[in-house]
């Protein structure tokens, strides 16, 4: 009917059913895009601290490299909690592994490469209860293992017996591997 003006109803049925409608956007999926984002903000920042740590076991010592008061392992960790990491939700001080192994070898010069592994275990930003079950991320820590290898600047740096690589992460873990490749220049 053409014309004809609807009128809205009068008693309000639809307005009873938006709280109970709220309640489900909020808990099946506000909340839980909340603790995704969180946990997404803090595995970049654990990627930041593995490549801080890959960079400097690059340049210094293995002895200082792989010294639990030293610089790859403690001091790094330390000033990335004081910044960056204050925007994770940690349970726990970050685990690290350094190791070296052989490269590329070229005439009698064999290339050594540092390999940082780095786990780290996160809390979500928001605790949604479950009655039954421990999901990671939502009502449970997640662990993240960074793993990362670059060439080292001096080789004469990495010590004379290669210590084998670090395990491989767990499988379930989230991991990230990036392998730096060394700049070349070939006439």
Request: glycine content about 8%.
């Amino acid at each position: 009917m053409p014309g004809k003006k609807v009128m809205r109803n009068q008693k309000g049925n639809a307005l009873s059913e938006f709280g109970p409608a709220m309640w489900v956007l909020l808990i099946c999926i506000f909340f839980p895009l909340v603790n995704m984002l969180s946990l997404a903000v803090s595995y970049g920042l654990c990627v930041v601290l593995n490549y801080n740590q890959v960079h400097e076991a690059s340049l210094i010592p293995s002895a200082d490299a792989t010294s639990p008061t030293g610089i790859v392992k403690k001091l790094i960790p330390d000033q990335w909690l004081s910044g960056m990491g204050k925007f994770t939700n940690l349970s726990g001080y970050p685990n690290t592994n350094v190791s070296y192994k052989n490269g590329v070898t070229t005439g009698s010069e064999t290339e050594k490469i540092v390999a940082v592994q780095t786990t780290v275990n996160c809390n979500p930003f928001l605790t949604i209860p479950l009655p039954v079950v421990n999901v990671p991320g939502i009502n449970g820590p997640m662990a993240f293992t960074v793993y990362s290898e670059r060439p080292m600047e001096n080789p004469d740096y990495a010590g004379v017996a290669s210590a084998p690589a670090p395990p491989p992460p767990e499988e379930g873990e989230a991991t990230h591997s990036h392998h730096v490749q060394p700049w070349s220049c070939r006439s």
